[in-house]
């Protein structure tokens, strides 16, 4: 299947239906010219869409496609997936971030193979770990062609600007309009249809920065062109504070050439993921703050150490993570309380975050 194509879908009746709100018509008619064909719309298996709406929650479509594809290779079914430990579940899922999508989803699994099969009403579905109510509509509608209105960031963007309306996205005045609109404008004969319409609508035509208005199907009617706020909506009410973390890992590698990670625990980003020795400080650390940390003293003799990554910015949602790494061969193969002994070549069967990975691909290019 070639990638995210653009291709021929099929439109609506072209007989008036006085059952759909002119908006839906043109989108939907918009759709059958220009919506994506994407492997979860060609399925009616609601474990497959489950899949594809948890993985693009966080994620662009160009990016979790593959992802996607190679997921439900590994586990093609949600008894499969229940089987799996966490580890070999996360290890899957390195690389799309945001790990506790993949720990809901496999806490979800297990509750679902439990109950024998997947549930086919809103509520069972919503009640699913990890479901909120877009992923819930998304799974119903297109699975199951039940009438529930999908709202994601693409059909904020859109009803906001082609019905002018400047009530905050983020807030609950906000999310009760916004939810209120799409009910009503919901073509309730093909609640499949029009939710994909709407929301590629507003990936590939009414886009975040510099959308194409002049080509638009909906700018006769769109408010926010006739009143030049195009880039002004939606508008958002609240703004994180986004903090500094600095890093230092150290990789430490034992003489008969083992690794020794740990897992991160609870509390904190990337939970159950595993990871080199972390030193983490309050600013910048010179060599000197880092060669004076305590933690040394619990490694035992140490037969060099290397700098190997400096100053590597890696940005979260709301955290910038500044990382420094070290390669330290240790002089003994001693055990470490807390970490387990990874063999060489055996370093891919643990799921670690990016920033980790970079780290990793520092150490071997070094070596």
């Known amino acids: 299947m070639t990638r995210n194509p653009t291709s021929t879908l099929p439109l609506p009746p072209d007989a008036p239906d006085a059952s759909r709100h002119p908006f839906a018509e043109a989108v939907e008619a918009w759709y059958g010219r220009h919506g994506r064909r994407l492997p979860w719309r060609d399925t009616a298996d609601p474990y497959r869409i489950w899949i594809s709406e948890i993985i693009l929650q966080q994620t662009r479509v160009a990016q979790g496609y593959d992802y996607y594809v190679r997921f439900v290779r590994r586990f ?7 089987a799996a430990s966490e580890d070999e579940v996360l290890a899957a899922w390195q690389g799309l971030g945001y790990y506790s999508r993949a720990r809901n989803l496999h806490a979800a699994a297990r509750s679902i193979a439990a109950a024998g099969a997947f549930p086919t009403t809103y509520e069972g579905v919503r009640a699913l770990r990890g479901v ?11 699975a199951y062609g039940l009438p529930h209105a999908v709202v994601d960031g693409n059909v904020y963007r859109v009803l906001a600007r082609h019905f002018g309306l400047s009530t905050p996205i983020d807030s609950t005045a906000g999310r009760h309009e916004f939810a209120a609109l799409a009910e009503a404008l919901l073509d309730r004969k093909a609640p499949a249809l029009y939710n994909q319409a709407l929301m590629d609508f507003g990936a590939l035509q009414c886009t975040p920065q510099n959308p194409n208005c002049t080509a638009c199907p909906l700018n006769g009617s769109c408010v926010a062109r006739q009143r030049g706020s195009v880039e002004a909506l939606p508008v958002r009410e609240k703004r994180t504070a986004v903090r500094d973390r600095y890093f230092v890992y150290l990789y430490l590698l034992r003489p008969d050439g083992s690794l020794l990670l740990r897992r991160r625990p609870a509390g904190d980003i990337w939970q159950g993921l595993y990871e080199p020795l972390l030193l983490e ?7 000197t703050d880092v060669m004076g940390h305590a933690a040394w003293a619990t490694l035992g003799p140490v037969s060099s150490v290397a700098q190997v990554v400096r100053g590597r910015l890696h940005v979260l949602t709301h955290q910038r993570l500044h990382m420094d ?5 240790l002089a003994s193969d001693a055990a470490l309380p807390g970490f387990v002994r990874v063999e060489a070549g055996a370093r891919d069967a643990y799921a670690v975050p990016r920033l980790v990975e970079l780290l990793f691909e520092a150490v071997d290019a070094y070596i």
């Not at 093609?76 to 229940?82: C, E, I, K, R, Y």
């Not at 790494?325 to 061969?329: C, I, N, S, T």
């Open 76 to 82: 093609p079914d949600v008894f499969s997936l229940a």
């Open 281 to 287: 400080f309050s600013s910048a650390p010179s060599e």
């Open 132 to 142: 909120g109510p877009y992923t819930a509509a998304a799974i119903c509608s297109f």
């Open 325 to 329: 790494g070290y390669l330290v061969r």
